[in-house]
């Protein structure tokens, strides 16, 4: 039995993970669910955690913020694959994530879009080549 993808999601603000969690919840979806209200909590998870698969997180956080965060995840954790999340960022920032290959999402967020591309990225890991 393969293990379920764990997702971890990164937020200061607690309505936003609340509200993560309820959509989450309604769409049934069979993965483990974590969730850090900072980034030193994301990486205490990190670092106890035996496995997650993708870090969702939002940008602006105080303390270590997205930005550090996803540096010390690529740094520490190539193979966790990562999401941003904000509502406070411009044109720029987010070209800047997109250049290293980094899905952005705008808050508000349609959680459709958001579980399609863990999804995805989720079952990247999942494609091995065949040769024929």
């Known amino acids: ?14 309505s936003i993970l609340s509200s993560i969690k309820r ?15 900072s980034g030193s909590a994301a990486l205490t998870l990190l670092r106890e955690s035996e496995k997650i698969d993708v870090v969702v997180t939002d940008v602006m956080m105080p303390g270590i913020n997205g ?13 966790i694959h990562i999401i941003v999340l904000s509502g406070h960022c411009d044109a720029e920032d ?27 990225l989720v079952n990247m890991d999942n494609v091995t080549y065949q040769p024929s």
């Open 1 to 14: 039995m393969q293990d379920l993808p764990h997702i971890l999601f990164v937020d200061d603000d607690l």
């Open 23 to 37: 959509n989450l919840h309604r769409s049934r979806i069979k993965w483990k669910f974590s969730y850090a209200q």
């Open 67 to 79: 930005y550090e965060l996803v540096q010390e995840i690529r740094k520490e954790y190539p193979d």
């Open 94 to 120: 987010r070209e800047e994530f997109e250049k290293i290959h980094i899905p952005f999402f705008t808050k508000p967020f349609p959680v459709l879009d958001l579980t399609t591309a863990i999804s995805l």
